[in-house]
């Protein structure tokens, strides 16, 4: 027995330095250009799908510490694939070096918590600007980041509501790192409303663990329920448990939480046999392409809504 375990885990470590060595994709036509704003100046990254962009989408990426993909080109991002493939424009801002010498964006600090100050607002021009130049849907924004890129996306989430029509702070942590809704519905002020919320939270994470991700989700399930009262279930509705693909040994579970009205307001996927760094390349690369695009159909299924009013 204790030899059968030890293989499967060499196995396992086998193919976690698979993915941790970023199989490169297919090479995508990517734009790098800046925004400067009273608060700063951060450069992204653009990615537009063949085809008029006006009238599309758009999903706004934030990476984590010390993990912008940056080469100058980048190569092996798959969220650029499912951009093709699903027709909405895809922008990857970066970490200025200067503001954080780990590349991580300040979540954490005061100054960067509330609406119309620090990065969120640079973020939050970025998205306006290219709403702006390229026509693009307004009822159709989306925001999504990884670990302190997650972070990150709750605070934009609670402070942009208006802005973005769904979310996804993966393996992130709750506002203001306090574990009632009614810190986001402050934040929300007058534009309070439930916001879909996808979460992706490895089961063995040691940076964002389970209990994190945990908080995460009960935190936008209750200011859902502030927002719109009896609109977010608190267990889930559906459970799923599903192989991320062929020949990739990590199962997943999926919880999905609907509302009474049939709106899916949650999805909370986690990859069980995965820890920290493992769900950074899940969400970047080629091996978890069937998350990423699962994590899109969520996105993409929701419309920006009135307040106090649930998708």
């Given at each position: 027995m204790?030899?059968?375990?030890?293989?499967?885990?060499?196995?396992?470590?086998?193919?976690?330095?698979?993915?941790l060595?970023?199989?490169?994709g297919?090479?995508a036509q990517?734009?790098?250009r800046?925004?400067?704003?009273?608060?700063?100046?951060?450069?992204y990254?653009l990615h537009?799908?063949?085809g008029?962009?006006?009238?599309k989408?758009?999903?706004?990426?934030?990476h984590?510490c010390?993990?912008?993909?940056?080469h100058?080109?980048?190569?092996?991002?798959?969220?650029?694939?499912?951009?093709?493939?699903m027709?909405?424009?895809?922008?990857y801002?970066l970490?200025?070096p200067?503001?954080?010498?780990?590349?991580?964006?300040?979540?954490?600090?005061?100054?960067?918590?509330?609406?119309?100050?620090?990065e969120p607002?640079i973020?939050?021009?970025?998205?306006?600007?290219?709403?702006?130049?390229?026509?693009?849907?307004?009822?159709?924004?989306?925001l999504?980041?990884y670990?302190a890129?997650?972070?990150t996306?709750?605070?934009?989430?609670a402070?942009?509501?208006?802005?973005?029509?769904a979310?996804?702070?993966?393996?992130?942590?709750?506002?203001?790192?306090?574990p009632?809704?009614?810190?986001?519905?402050d934040a929300m002020?007058?534009?309070?409303r439930?916001?879909?919320?996808?979460?992706?939270?490895t089961?063995?994470?040691?940076?964002?663990?389970?209990?994190?991700?945990r908080?995460?989700?009960?935190?936008?399930?209750?200011a859902?329920?502030?927002?719109?009262p009896?609109?977010?279930?608190?267990?889930?509705?559906?459970?799923?448990?599903?192989?991320?693909g062929p020949?990739?040994?990590?199962?997943?579970t999926?919880?999905?939480?609907a509302s009474?009205?049939?709106?899916?307001?949650a999805?909370?996927?986690?990859?069980?046999?995965?820890?920290?760094?493992?769900?950074?390349?899940?969400?970047?690369?080629?091996?978890?392409?069937?998350?990423?695009r699962?994590l899109?159909?969520f996105?993409?299924?929701?419309?920006?809504?009135?307040?106090?009013?649930?998708?």
């Amino acid at each position: 027995m204790r030899v059968t375990v030890l293989r499967l885990f060499a196995v396992f470590l086998l193919f976690a330095a698979c993915l941790l060595s970023g199989a490169p994709g297919a090479q995508a036509q990517i734009d790098k250009r800046c925004f400067t704003n009273g608060a700063g100046t951060r450069c992204y990254y653009l990615h537009v799908p063949p085809g008029a962009a006006a009238g599309k989408p758009l999903m706004v990426y934030l990476h984590g510490c010390d993990d912008p993909i940056d080469h100058p080109q980048p190569t092996g991002f798959s969220l650029t694939r499912v951009a093709d493939e699903m027709g909405f424009v895809l922008a990857y801002p970066l970490q200025d070096p200067a503001a954080n010498k780990e590349l991580c964006w300040n979540w954490d600090k005061p100054g960067n918590q509330r609406r119309g100050e620090g990065e969120p607002s640079i973020i939050a021009g970025i998205t306006t600007a290219l709403i702006d130049e390229f026509h693009l849907d307004r009822s159709r924004v989306y925001l999504g980041g990884y670990s302190a890129g997650g972070a990150t996306t709750t605070i934009l989430g609670a402070t942009y509501p208006d802005l973005y029509a769904a979310i996804a702070p993966m393996a992130g942590a709750p506002y203001l790192t306090q574990p009632d809704g009614q810190v986001i519905i402050d934040a929300m002020g007058p534009r309070a409303r439930p916001m879909p919320t996808y979460f992706l939270q490895t089961l063995f994470d040691e940076i964002s663990n389970i209990v994190i991700g945990r908080a995460n989700l009960a935190q936008w399930r209750a200011a859902d329920n502030l927002a719109d009262p009896g609109s977010a279930p608190s267990i889930p509705t559906d459970l799923q448990v599903l192989a991320l693909g062929p020949g990739v040994p990590i199962p997943l579970t999926i919880e999905h939480y609907a509302s009474p009205r049939g709106c899916e307001l949650a999805q909370f996927t986690t990859p069980l046999l995965a820890e920290h760094a493992i769900g950074a390349a899940l969400v970047q690369q080629d091996h978890g392409i069937e998350i990423q695009r699962n994590l899109m159909r969520f996105l993409l299924a929701h419309h920006l809504t009135p307040p106090n009013q649930s998708c």
